[in-house]
């Protein structure tokens, strides 16, 4: 049975830091792309950032470039996601998603990804 889990959510102030981790089970992901997304109350869900199968090509959302940092291990199965300089608007549940495809591309789409974990909660406080 795949599953992702995602762990390392919670409260921080506007500033702050936190790595988010995910971890695969089920089933070798190593060849797949992975990705982050996020959905806030009331909100659809969005693309954050993407990581290739090898971690040699990634892309985020102009909303986090420069913050946000994705990286992966395959070996452990476990992609993260370090998020730095927070702000409010980052607020939200996080998923991470395992791609249909190797990489390539943007990937910036939620139809573009086959597996999702349930989710961490991040809340940015003022």
């Known amino acids: 049975q795949v599953q992702l889990v995602e762990s390392g ?9 936190l790595r988010l981790t995910c971890a695969t089970s089920g089933r ?3 060849y797949n792309a992975m990705g982050w997304f996020r959905q806030a109350p009331g909100k659809e869900r969005e693309f954050v950032a993407f990581i290739d199968w090898i971690g040699s090509n990634t892309n985020y959302a102009d909303s986090v470039k420069g913050r946000f940092t994705i990286s992966r291990d ?3 199965s ?8 927070l702000k409010p608007e980052d607020s939200a549940v996080y998923y991470c998603a395992v791609g249909y495809y190797a990489g390539g591309g943007r990937r910036t789409l939620p139809s573009e990804y086959a597996y999702w974990g349930q989710g961490t909660q991040v809340t940015v406080s003022s």
């Open 9 to 17: 959510g919670g409260l921080v102030q506007a500033g702050g830091s």
């Open 28 to 30: 070798s992901f190593k």
């Open 74 to 76: 395959n070996a452990k």
């Open 78 to 85: 476990t992609v993260d996601l370090q998020m730095n300089s």
